[in-house]
């Protein structure tokens, strides 16, 4: 009678252990996967894709290169979010729009929302800033020096 029931308490507890490893992988999938590419692309535009499960197929954000390159483009570091008002985000990437945060208490933007598409690993952000209609957007590449190069090919540097 003794072994009986121990043996059903010990399958109790193998099938409780992987039920919690298979959860504890499907979550750890969903929050920290994902990725933020932005390229400049053959039809000369700036094209931001975020993905959180595999490739993304359609851009987040797709925007005209001699567009972008006529307003304010800046450059930060460690930048740090706001809180998100719609979008999604999971611990390696974000997509949405946020308000407050750095993009509020630097004093040269100072606009209360914004629209995010970004890497949270990566140091480094672009914000595009369009002024005439209040509003910025901030993206970044893969890693924080593809950042940069981009960066620097969106100024003409």
Known sequence: MMSTRKSKIIKRVIVLSVTLLFVLGILSFVFFNGNAIAKINGDGNLVVYVNYFGSADRPSLEMDLDWVREHEIQLHTNFTRGRMTSGFSNLSVASGHFSG??????????????????????RYVIVLLLRSENRAIVFNDRTSASTRELYNKLRGI
């Open 101 to 122: 945060g750095d993009i509020y208490a630097i004093p040269t933007i100072g606009f209360e929302t914004y629209e995010f598409h970004a890497n949270l690993r990566v």
